[in-house]
């Protein structure tokens, strides 16, 4: 399966008059969050001022490799969910 999509800074009404296209299967808006913190270091205990923490014990990072292994897209996540949208066109 695969589907064809754009991302774009619409207005309210810009985005009603793309939604009512028949063509269009689906308009997404953004979500908003808020922030849970704005120092995230100090929340995590890892502030450099305090000598007895992680970040200070793995030598500030010093030689450390990262890998991040994406697992791809999951099925079950609400943003394929196509309840109530009728049949694909």
Excluded at 67 to 74: E, Q
Aim: proline share 7%; hydrophobic share 40%.
């Amino acid at each position: 399966h695969g589907f064809s999509g754009f991302a774009a800074k619409l207005t309210k009404s810009q985005a009603k008059k793309i939604a009512d296209l028949p063509e269009v299967v689906h308009v997404i808006p953004d979500k908003f969050y808020k922030l849970a913190t704005t120092r995230t270091w100090d929340y995590l205990g890892l502030s450099a001022a305090n000598p007895k923490n992680l970040l200070n014990d793995a030598n500030m990072g010093e030689q450390i490799i990262i890998g991040v292994l994406d697992s791809g897209v999951w099925p079950e996540s609400e943003v394929f969910n196509d309840n109530g949208m009728g049949p694909v066109p």
